[in-house]
């Protein structure tokens, strides 16, 4: 018999010793660190982009808007409670970036927040805003904030414009006008030799780079000597390339040379690279702009496209508009434009070869290019011009960053890298599409899948009234 009093004792024990066992297998078991702000992408392809090398099975750690480690996944310890991405047999690249881009205005302030959205959507996480007016520079604040989601934003100022600037004193004072309003650059537009001159005179003086067209009266090796730090679509490089004894009389260049181009001395192009290489400026192509245009597909069935139903319909008649009004210009003819395209193709690869450096942008929303979904018909030209996939991602996220002078900030997968992520299901430098293969994009740190994209792209569809 036992007694009471043992019995007692024998449960007591029995109770401490569970106690005990409970104990250390809790802490056997406890977390060594809980991290519910951190983001892992786990088992992942990385595209780094500072070289061309997959690095397979890594995973990537992400906290606050940084990237804090990238290393092979045996290598790298997962904090407990951090969110997981699975990133088995998917490709994590750095966001490009749409050099030559367009936010609306303030006039159109839905718009232009559902303009930042298609831009991310679609991977694009920083967007250099061609042409903008104060307010710009508000948005590109709340962005920074994060109050509002959008790609980074280097805003540009207003157009300088002959309008604007007739005269040397007007470019002069509209210079020191923006750079004091903090404008990221100035908008270069069609002024006189004399005001450009001003211009670029201050410009270099207040410490501001001036970018986009070169006048007609200013010409490509002005604009290389004036150090412009982008031309962009090419601008003025037909017209160089035309001899000056050419008989152009009573023919206009047109839209970016598309008038000269039976003029075009193919000899002078080697000139026009070393030029361009010498001077060390940049281009961004805007292929699509041009070819967009150019082509003979009927604008009709262009808007037709699937991403067009995120564009409101008065941009839509816009541009079917426009592309008809273009194909009756008077020296429009299919077999011109065909040239003017392979040339602007055999420009950028030859430019590309030697060295010179490119920019990715399409000129979004111009004509055709729908924010964001525009880099992805761009990048497959640049590709169809001659460069690899590989090639062609470096113009979109390294490169950007050597432009803006930041290579330590983004344009790589690299830790301390801003996390500005695209997650792709399939494999970019064997096929360019692949880049819509998208399973979600990161935005400054902020995980966006694929489902939470499409839901609000449907509400944009929704509000421009497409099907
Ligand atoms: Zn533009």
Not at 383 to 391: F, K, M, Q, T
Request: hydrophobic content about 40%; overall charge negative.
């Amino acid at each position: 018999m036992i007694s009471l009093k043992d019995k007692i004792a024998l449960l007591i024990n029995i109770f401490l010793i569970a106690t005990v066992a409970c104990m250390i297998a809790a802490c056997a078991e406890a977390p060594a660190e809980e991290d519910p702000d951190i983001i892992a992408f786990l088992n992942v392809n990385v595209l780094p982009m500072d070289h061309d090398e997959i690095l397979e099975n890594h995973t990537v750690l992400v906290e606050g808007d940084r990237i804090i480690a990238v290393g092979p996944a045996d290598e790298i310890d997962v904090p407990d409670g951090a969110q997981q991405v699975d990133g088995q047999g998917r490709y994590l690249m750095p966001g490009l970036a749409e050099m030559h881009g367009h936010i609306p205005g303030s006039d159109r302030q839905e718009y232009a927040h559902n303009v930042l959205f298609l831009y991310i959507s679609n991977g694009v996480t920083l967007v250099r805003n061609m042409a903008g007016s104060p307010w710009h520079l508000e948005l590109r604040d709340q962005v920074d904030r994060g109050e509002v989601p959008g790609p980074i934003i280097f805003a540009a100022s207003p157009w300088m414009s002959p309008n604007q600037a007739p005269e040397p004193d007007d470019a002069e004072r509209l210079v020191r006008e923006y750079a004091e309003a903090g404008f990221d650059l100035l908008k270069m537009g069609s002024i006189s030799l004399e005001a450009y001159e001003r211009m670029a005179e201050t410009a270099h003086e207040v410490g501001i780079p001036f970018a986009g067209h070169i006048p007609a009266e200013v010409g490509l090796e002005r604009a290389l000597d004036a150090r412009q730090i982008s031309i962009d679509h090419f601008d003025r490089y037909v017209e160089f390339l035309v001899p000056e004894d050419a008989d152009t009389e009573g023919r206009a260049p047109g839209f970016f040379g598309s008038g000269w181009i039976d003029f075009v001395d193919r000899a002078r192009l080697p000139l026009a690279v070393d030029m361009t290489i010498e001077a060390g400026i940049w281009n961004v192509p805007t292929l699509s702009l041009v070819e967009h245009l150019e082509t003979p597909e009927d604008p009709e069935e262009m808007i037709q496209w699937p991403e067009m139903r995120y564009m409101p319909q008065d941009i839509l008649d816009g541009w079917v508009n426009a592309k008809h009004n273009f194909q009756a210009r008077d020296y429009f003819q299919p077999e011109a434009a065909r040239e003017l395209v392979e040339l602007r193709h055999e420009l950028l690869r030859e430019l590309h070869e030697a060295g010179a450096p490119i920019a990715l942008g399409s000129d979004a929303p111009q004509f055709f290019n729908v924010p964001g979904f525009s880099i992805h018909h761009e990048m497959r030209m640049m590709v169809d011009a001659g460069l690899s996939p590989y090639e062609v991602l470096v113009t979109g996220t390294r490169k950007p960053a050597e432009y803006f002078g930041t290579p330590d900030e983004f344009g790589t997968v690299q830790e301390n890298r801003r996390a500005d992520l695209i997650l792709l299901e399939a494999n970019p430098l064997i096929d360019i599409a692949n880049v819509q293969q998208r399973v979600g994009v990161m935005v400054r740190g902020e995980w966006m899948p694929e489902e939470e994209i499409q839901q609000r792209l449907e509400e944009i569809a929704g509000q421009t009234g497409g099907q």
